[in-house]
């Protein structure tokens, strides 16, 4: 059996999560041991995903300003346990001591995989000096501290390896997903819209991080400008993190709470967005969104940031605008005009046109598990 160690950041429910839950019921359990190091070993056993498989979690208990001797034991205790490959899920440089070890131990593979393409701080000055050591440690990091190196996009690639790295060695690993389950459905559609009490609305919807990266407060000012032109409009914002409070405070300030929700995160997304007419993600900035893979799978027009990367749109159905308040807020009340037509074509799309554009991408799951697990037993450069 191979032994793969994914090594986590601690916000679950996250896109690395994500990618990493959705490839798991494709991996033969035989052959193929998933376990996990992270600073939230708790939460993660709270997942639907751990519940279902119970696979092996270690909790990591020390950081380096601890002390780097007590980190080093640690890393060194957990990294002795006969991994096969360590797959490393990172948006930023912060060193690479971990990547060190790992290639002192002889751990046959050691993956460093980029998920991000930017910095979710508020603060400018924090962001300024995460900025100008991530630019450090990326023009430091070469091939001594990895065996493989890959990325969910292009950009992904370019933010967190430098030129010293050639571009044909970074493998591009798709954030793909099981597209049966967002597959669109208008019973569940008729169900969510009657049981929220928004049938007759034309539902803009969200889902992310409440975060400075996915800049949910620039939506909902747009939002609430394009409702004053149209209330048959109707937002759903669901996701997790530090700045739910904020968006929330934001709505009751503009006065729009009775035409918004709010959720924390959910585990039926797949029946939210069959409720949508329209998907919306004015990031500041993203590596490759799994969220807007799954509003396409679903049918749903997207109206997503230009500074997100052109390789998410695979399906034709996403439109990309420069975040600027007027053009979004634009964008939205064309939305109520032409979503009765996307409903419509939603309903049409018998003909399986989204799957095989899926298919076709290597954004399928079935597909990327594939060259995921060929990518594992694959002998390293």
């Known amino acids: 059996m191979m032994k793969i160690l994914h090594m986590t950041p601690p916000e679950i429910n996250n896109g690395v999560y994500r990618y990493i839950f959705n490839h798991m019921p494709y991996i033969d359990q035989s052959k193929y041991e998933f376990s996990f190091l992270t600073r939230s070993a708790d939460s993660l056993r709270e997942t639907r995903e751990y ?3 119970r696979f092996p979690v270690y909790q990591l208990n020390h950081v380096q300003r601890d002390g780097r001797e007590a980190f080093v034991q ?22 690479f001591l971990i990547e060190e070890i790992a290639m002192e131990m002889k751990i046959p593979k050691v993956i460093v995989h980029s998920h991000s393409s930017g910095f979710d701080f508020v603060n400018p000055a924090e962001r300024e000096k995460l900025w100008r050591d991530h ?5 430091q990091f070469s091939m001594e501290y990895a065996t493989d190196v890959c990325a969910c996009s292009r950009v992904a690639a370019d933010w967190l390896f430098s030129s010293a790295i050639p571009r044909d060695s970074v493998q591009i690993l798709p954030n793909a997903i099981d597209v049966s389950r967002f597959r669109f459905n208008r019973e569940a559609r008729e169900s969510v819209r009657g049981r929220l009490g928004i049938k007759d609305r034309i539902v803009i919807g969200h889902v992310g991080r409440y975060s400075y990266t996915k800049n949910q407060e620039f939506l909902v000012r747009c939002f609430a400008k394009a409702h004053k032109k149209d209330q048959r409009l109707y937002l759903i914002l669901t996701g997790q993190g530090e700045k739910i409070s904020e968006v929330k405070k934001l709505v009751n300030e503009l006065g729009i709470q009775e035409h918004v929700r709010c959720y924390d995160w959910r585990e039926d997304i797949p029946d939210l967005l069959q409720a949508m007419d329209v998907f919306c993600l004015p990031s500041v900035f993203e590596g490759l969104p799994i969220s807007v893979m799954e509003a396409q799978a679903a049918g749903l027009r997207c109206l997503v940031s230009d500074s997100v990367t052109d390789e998410t749109d695979i399906t034709g159905l996403v439109k990309f605008l420069p975040l600027e308040e007027k053009i979004w807020t634009e964008a939205l009340e064309e939305a109520g005009l032409e979503a009765d037509l996307t409903a419509k074509a939603r309903q049409r799309d018998g003909s399986g046109r989204i799957e095989r554009k899926f298919r076709q991408t290597g954004y399928n799951i079935e597909a990327a598990c594939e060259r995921l697990i060929r990518f594992y037993e694959s002998e390293s450069r």
Do not use: C, M, P, Q
Not at 135 to 139: A, G, K, S
């Open 74 to 95: 640690e890393i060194r205790n957990i990294l002795g346990r006969g991994f096969d490959v360590l797959h490393l899920h990172t948006s930023a440089w912060r060193g």
């Open 135 to 139: 630019i450090n440690y990326r023009n």
């Open 51 to 53: 519940k279902n498989v």
